[in-house]
């Protein structure tokens, strides 16, 4: 009996011990997968590139609202919205939200111009509730100004992060930029000969207090290092910019999308991707995607310029990725790439005058694209050209197909030196003579073109290729 109650006792003790082990294992596994869970979790956000963004562009931004109709002060909430974006710039700080209701915006005492100096991310199209989106539609932001001497000739929206710094000096980095559902009209801030609306002056005219035709895009964008970008659903017009339309420099590391953009009537580039890294390493390159973009009726700088006019622009040291769009009606050419390593698919390609894809200085049609191109992809595919038909409004397109076209030979091969009194006098001291003054304006160029004039070629697709009217529940 005792030996029996030993055994037991002994049983009993050794249960215990193994319960009690099996917990503490229990106890030691949750302990570790506690650890990796955060640590993947850690990892995860490593990934996102996060830890990339220095601290004042990762802290979190609030929520602003702006109404034409409706807001009144500075305190940019739903209740009581900001008459302006320009009348809240300097209380943004990075990471804001600014939605912004239908109306016309002049910016802040009719400047017509606004630059902001933080990443932020801003939408517009919605209705004075903000309960509703329809940015091409029933709700259109449209940003633009007016032609008054003295007012601000600057891009329409300018956001510039890349001299920002941190508490310690060094430049802030990272963080995320938007700019979508935004019409851009530069109409208003044309000076036009004449007051004709039919061709654009450069110089302003204080005799009559009219500035110059701002030289300026409706969008540019400089980011910061390791910022990303994107410019979507906006519409830019009768912007007479030496570059782009919708200009966007991404920086190292960066990445840039420009996607269902409408750009028509514009000179310089319709787009324009651009590098801020001059560095070796392709892993750091900007990478670009440009998607179902619409790009129509680009414009030389001037009358007589030999730059310019092209549908989409493409800066060296970038990977870009060219899908899907519409490049046609360019005074010079579709795609114009300066040297970067490109892919391109399925992209349309009509009406444009010199060349469809121009590569440094080589100009090609698209059926000899992959023929004859050193930077683009092999595994291209699916470009084409085709005869579409734009519909543009019947009096801007009769301006249009009006215009006569100027170019530098030409006004070069009409000077002649007429056979003056001062002529002979310089041709006796071996000086060169005096060409006859030739008409270098035309009369037509960049015509005004309204905006339910042009809009109408941006709200579909020419078999899924370009942009469409963004949709929003």
């Known amino acids: 009996m005792l030996k029996k109650l030993i055994m037991l006792f002994i049983c009993i003790n050794l249960f215990q011990i193994n319960a009690n082990g099996q917990i503490n294992l229990r106890k030691l596994k949750n302990k570790y997968a506690k650890k990796s869970t955060t640590k993947a979790k850690r990892s995860s956000r490593s990934t996102l590139g996060n830890s990339k963004t220095t601290p004042i562009f990762a802290k979190k931004g609030r929520e602003w609202?702006?109404?034409?109709?409706?807001?009144?002060?500075?305190?940019?909430?739903?209740?009581?919205?900001?008459?302006?974006?320009?009348?809240?710039?300097?209380?943004?700080k990075p990471n804001d939200i600014i939605y912004i209701a239908e109306g016309v915006y002049l910016s802040k005492g009719k400047?017509?111009?606004?630059?902001?100096?933080?990443?932020?991310?801003?939408?517009?199209?919605?209705?004075?509730?903000?309960?509703?989106?329809?940015?091409?539609?029933?709700?259109?932001?449209?940003?633009?100004?007016?032609?008054?001497?003295?007012?601000?000739?600057?891009?329409?929206?300018?956001?510039?992060?890349?001299?920002?710094?941190?508490?310690n000096g060094q430049l802030s980095e990272g963080s995320v930029i938007i700019v979508d559902g935004i019409i851009f009209d530069n109409g208003p801030r044309n000076r036009y000969h004449k007051n004709k609306n039919l061709a654009i002056r450069r110089k302003a005219s204080p005799k009559s207090g009219q500035n110059p035709s701002p030289e300026s895009g409706g969008i540019v964008i400089v980011g910061s290092k390791y910022t990303n970008i994107a410019v979507q659903?906006?519409?830019v017009m009768?912007?007479?910019?030496?570059?782009?339309?919708?200009?966007?420099?991404?920086?190292?590391?960066?990445?840039?999308?420009?996607?269902?953009?409408?750009?028509?009537?514009?000179?310089?580039?319709?787009?324009?991707?651009?590098?801020?890294?001059?560095?070796?390493?392709?892993?750091?390159?900007?990478?670009?995607?440009?998607?179902?973009?619409?790009?129509?009726?680009?414009w030389k700088h001037d009358a007589i310029a030999s730059y310019g006019g092209s549908a989409l622009a493409i800066d060296q040291n970038l990977l870009a990725t060219i899908e899907n769009n519409v490049f046609g009606f360019s005074h010079h050419g579709g795609v114009y790439n300066k040297g970067a390593t490109i892919t391109m698919n399925n992209n349309l390609f009509t009406g444009n005058s010199k060349y469809d894809y121009k590569e440094i200085n080589d100009m090609m049609a698209v059926e000899d694209i992959l023929d004859e191109s050193s930077r683009l992809?092999?595994?291209?595919?699916?470009?084409?050209?085709?005869?579409?038909?734009?519909?543009?409004?019947?009096?801007?397109?009769?301006i249009y197909g009006n215009r006569v076209e100027l170019s530098r030979a030409?006004?070069?091969?009409?000077?002649?030196?007429?056979?003056?009194?001062?002529?002979?006098?310089?041709?006796?001291?071996?000086?060169?003579?005096?060409?006859?003054?030739?008409?270098?304006d035309a009369e037509i160029f960049l015509p005004l073109m309204k905006i339910e004039e042009g809009l109408p070629a941006g709200l579909l697709p020419w078999n899924g290729k370009g942009c469409s009217a963004p949709k929003f529940k």
């Open 233 to 235: 659903n906006c519409v």
């Open 111 to 167: 400047r017509g111009s606004d630059e902001i100096n933080v990443p932020v991310k801003i939408y517009g199209g919605y209705d004075t509730s903000f309960s509703e989106r329809d940015p091409w539609g029933a709700h259109k932001t449209i940003f633009t100004g007016i032609n008054e001497y003295m007012k601000l000739t600057t891009p329409r929206l300018y956001i510039r992060t890349d001299q920002q710094r941190e508490k």
């Open 377 to 398: 992809d092999p595994n291209s595919q699916g470009n084409e050209t085709a005869v579409i038909k734009i519909p543009v409004a019947e009096r801007w397109a009769n």
């Open 410 to 440: 030409d006004v070069d091969a009409a000077v002649s030196a007429s056979n003056s009194g001062a002529n002979q006098l310089r041709s006796m001291l071996g000086l060169n003579l005096q060409g006859n003054s030739v008409k270098m």
């Open 65 to 92: 609202y702006v109404s034409r109709n409706t807001g009144s002060g500075q305190l940019g909430t739903k209740e009581r919205p900001a008459k302006d974006l320009g009348n809240i710039i300097h209380h943004l």
């Open 238 to 298: 009768n912007t007479a910019p030496t570059e782009g339309a919708i200009s966007v420099r991404v920086f190292k590391g960066g990445k840039g999308v420009i996607q269902n953009n409408f750009c028509i009537n514009n000179t310089g580039y319709g787009i324009h991707i651009r590098t801020g890294y001059m560095g070796s390493d392709k892993n750091l390159y900007p990478a670009f995607i440009v998607k179902n973009n619409t790009s129509l009726f680009n």
